[in-house]
T-cell receptor, first 112, second 116 residues
Framework: QQPVQSPQAVILREGEDAVINCSSS?????VHWYRQKHGEAPVFLMI?????EQKGHDKISASFNEKKQQSSLYLTASQLSYSGTYFC?????????????FGTGTRLLVSP | GAGVSQSPSNKVTEKGKDVELRCDPI?????LYWYRQSLGQGLEFLIY????????KSGLPSDRFSAERTGGSVSTLTIQRTQQEDSAVYLC??????????????FGPGTRLLVL
């Protein structure tokens, strides 16, 4: 049931773009994205709901493909502050509403 | 207002001892979650409290783990007869409860547990 994230890790230079994917074997109701910096708690980025619009703020956006049971997080013109581990949390009918199953994470390092 | 708080921030214990970890959710949040995060790993769901409903304990790894939530607010995660593999960061999160959709979870700073 755990969603699969890809890639597992990515290294970028400041200003480059990245895409992080989250795939589920179950039909998705919502996908939540969080970022966790080393030694800190995860921080919410955005929620994507089934049938909802693509979300985004600043240079981070995400899409939700219901057919593919997949969500993608887009990081454009990356900044040093984007470094951290990105987790997707999925809500499915199987897991029950309001309960998220988190992926294994994608480690992102943005270098100067 | 204050965010989610957890105590202690760090706990070192000997194998076989019991430990209690505390979580104070954001005021007004009726949903509360416990997760475990081993070094370099993802978030492993442990237990979920939702209002007055029976908790979802499906993620508890063994009967040594238990949790309760008193008065719909503070929660305590108890690990009995700790083992070295219990060493991890234990994260608590809370959220509003809205029918039909998962709301944003706000995480506490975690309790780092080390079992020697």
């Amino acid at each position: 049931q755990q969603p699969v994230q890809s890639p597992q890790a990515v290294i970028l230079r400041e200003g480059e773009d990245a895409v992080i994917n989250c795939s589920s074997s179950k039909a998705l109701y919502s996908v939540h994205w969080y970022r966790q910096k080393h030694g800190e708690a995860p921080v919410f980025l955005m929620i994507l709901l089934k049938g909802g619009e693509q979300k985004g703020h600043d240079k981070i956006s995400a899409s939700f493909n219901e057919k593919k049971q997949q969500s993608s997080l887009y990081l454009t013109a990356s900044q040093l502050s984007y470094s951290g581990t990105y987790f997707c949390g999925t809500e499915t009918l199987n897991t029950g509403f309001q309960k998220l199953v988190f992926g294994t994470g994608t480690r992102l390092l943005v270098s100067p | 207002g204050a965010g989610v708080s957890q105590s202690p921030s760090n706990k070192v214990t000997e194998k076989g001892k019991d430990v209690e970890l505390r979580c104070d959710p954001i005021s007004g949040h009726t949903a509360l979650y416990w997760y475990r995060q081993s070094l370099g790993q993802g978030l492993e769901f442990l237990i979920y409290f939702q209002g007055n409903s029976a908790p979802d304990k499906s993620g508890l790894p063994s009967d040594r783990f238990s949790a309760e939530r008193t008065g719909g607010s503070v929660s305590t995660l108890t690990i009995q007869r700790t083992q070295q593999e219990d060493s991890a960061v234990y994260l608590c999160a809370s959220s509003l409860e809205v029918a039909g959709v998962a709301e944003t979870q706000y995480f506490g700073p975690g309790t780092r547990l080390l079992v020697l």
